[in-house]
């Protein structure tokens, strides 16, 4: 079984500001770690993930997230927040398989609503 | 949202018709997927399939049918047996295999009943 927790609903953070939203999951394995942004009644948009190396992943916008194995952590981050970084996001996480039919299910976590203030 | 379509994006429809949301890529995809979101719930799987003519049922499938006939589509029915379909659906779809490829989401349709 696999899941992903995202601990707060919500956080606010003032324009300029480091903004981190924080992932933990769990996995019988080698987990594949990914990042989603959703804005108001759009579809999600990918951000980065995480397959193997380098534990720092850079991806769009700005956007970085560090994967801790012992911490069993993803958490998504930016050094600077933009009042249009406002938005919903998902942390998602499947566990890596050598069998082709094991598909690629992903697991979601219940969201963090992202609140930059002007 | 990059190759995905959805139709329609509103759907409104009484209790007891089943209603069948569109799906369709032109990205080659293999593998396509239908969630559910709720408030505060996040995303929910209800069907995929990897490949034509085959489906698999996902952790809501209860209610729901869907066919997989052409590559390009991935058609979901919701039935008068879903006892809460109101929601937003999001269909998506992946290259098959396993490299961690990451899912693209079409742009959701939100279907009321009443």
């Known amino acids: 079984a696999q899941s992903v927790a995202q601990p707060e609903d919500q956080v606010n953070v003032a324009e300029g500001n480091p903004l981190t939203v924080k992932c933990t999951y769990s996995v019988s394995g080698n987990p594949y770690l990914f990042w989603y942004v959703q804005y108001p009644n759009r579809g999600l948009q990918f951000l980065l993930k995480?397959?193997?190396?380098?534990?720092l992943v850079k991806g769009s916008y700005g956007f970085e997230a560090e994967f801790n194995k012992s911490q069993t952590s993803f958490h998504l981050k930016k050094p600077s927040a933009l009042v249009s970084d406002s938005a919903l996001y998902f942390c998602?996480?499947?566990?890596?398989?050598?069998?082709?039919?094991?598909?690629?299910?992903?697991?979601f976590g219940g969201g963090t609503r992202v609140l930059v203030k002007p | 949202d990059g190759g995905i379509t959805q139709s329609p994006k509103y759907l409104f429809r009484k209790e007891g018709q089943n209603v069948t949301l569109s799906c369709e890529q032109n990205?080659?995809?293999?593998?396509m997927y239908w969630y559910r979101q709720d408030p505060g719930q996040g995303l929910r799987l209800i069907y995929y399939s990897q490949i034509v003519n085959d489906f698999q049922k996902g952790d809501i499938a209860e209610g729901y049918s869907v066919s997989r006939e052409k590559k390009e589509s991935f058609p979901l029915t919701v039935t008068s047996a879903q006892k809460n379909p109101t929601a937003f659906y999001l269909c998506?779809?992946?290259?098959?295999?396993?490299?961690?490829?990451?899912?693209?989401f079409g742009p959701g349709t939100r279907l009321t009943v009443t």
């Open positions: 998602a996480v499947r566990v890596a398989s050598m069998i082709k039919a094991a598909g690629n299910k992903l697991t």
């Open positions: 995480y397959i193997t190396g380098d534990n």
């Open positions: 990205l080659n995809h293999d593998a």
């Open positions: 998506a779809s992946s290259i098959r295999g396993d490299r961690g490829y990451e899912q693209y």
